[in-house]
């Protein structure tokens, strides 16, 4: 089946340690966005990929980090310089940036 | 730069009332708009989408939304709720033709369906 996974559903790091999210589409798209949903605040965008070997902060890129190396893969790193990680982290694709988005089942980061 | 308010963080309605989910955006050049809904501990789906073309939207579900450009509104609407269309909804915008920007999401709004 076509669509977005991301991996793995439930996390938990201690504070102070790196972590990697993972997200794989097998739609073709050539966007991939990184969303943090924190309760009440919605989605805000942490980063966002156009193309292979590009990508784009956005508007709350510190403490993160990802890569684009794969038109299929957009692995974003929590890194410890983030100073409240613990949310819910969305992973999207779409055609092309102003297209509608197709959601991954989402990753609960828990760092204690 | 566009942004997206949502009026209603929680929306209660009864079984089987009209569902009324208020988006207004803004934007400086013709916007594309989107519902998606969210259930617990899962992604969004989308429900609908407005491009160009008609202003009245149906999606899934039997959800409907109109574009109304003099009021920068894409209010959601369902005639008659079910109690399973409990669940999270978020309005999206992002720019129209010849735009290259990213969605911009709401703060979402919470439906709630009593028996």
């Known amino acids: 089946d076509g669509g977005i996974t991301q991996s793995p559903k439930y996390l938990f790091r201690k504070e102070g340690q790196n972590v990697t999210l993972s997200c794989e589409q097998n739609?073709?798209?050539?966007?991939m966005y990184w969303y943090r949903q924190d309760p009440g605040q919605g989605l805000r965008l942490i980063y966002y990929?156009?193309?292979?070997?590009?990508?784009q902060k956005g508007d709350i890129a510190e403490g993160y980090s990802v890569s684009r190396e794969k038109k299929e893969s957009f692995p974003l790193t929590v890194t410890s310089a983030q100073k409240n990680p613990t949310a819910f982290y969305l992973c999207a694709s779409s055609p092309r940036v102003n297209t509608e988005a197709f959601f991954g089942q989402g990753t609960r980061l828990t760092v204690v | 730069a566009q942004s997206v308010t949502q009026l209603g963080s929680h929306v209660s309605v009864s079984e089987g009332a009209l569902v009324l989910l208020r988006c207004n955006y803004s934007?400086?050049?013709?916007?594309?708009l989107f519902w998606y809904v969210q259930y617990p501990n899962q992604g969004l789906q989308l429900l609908l989408k407005y491009t160009t073309g008609a202003t009245l939207v149906k999606g899934i579900n039997g959800f409907e939304a109109e574009f109304k450009k003099s009021e920068t509104s894409f209010h959601l609407t369902k005639p008659s709720a079910h109690m399973s269309d409990a669940a999270e909804y978020f309005c999206a915008v992002s720019e129209g033709p010849g735009g290259y920007n990213k969605l911009i999401f709401g703060a979402g709004t919470r439906l709630a369906v009593h028996p």
């Open positions: 990929s156009q193309i292979v070997n590009d990508f």
């Open positions: 739609l073709n798209h050539d966007a």
């Open positions: 934007s400086s050049v013709p916007p594309y």
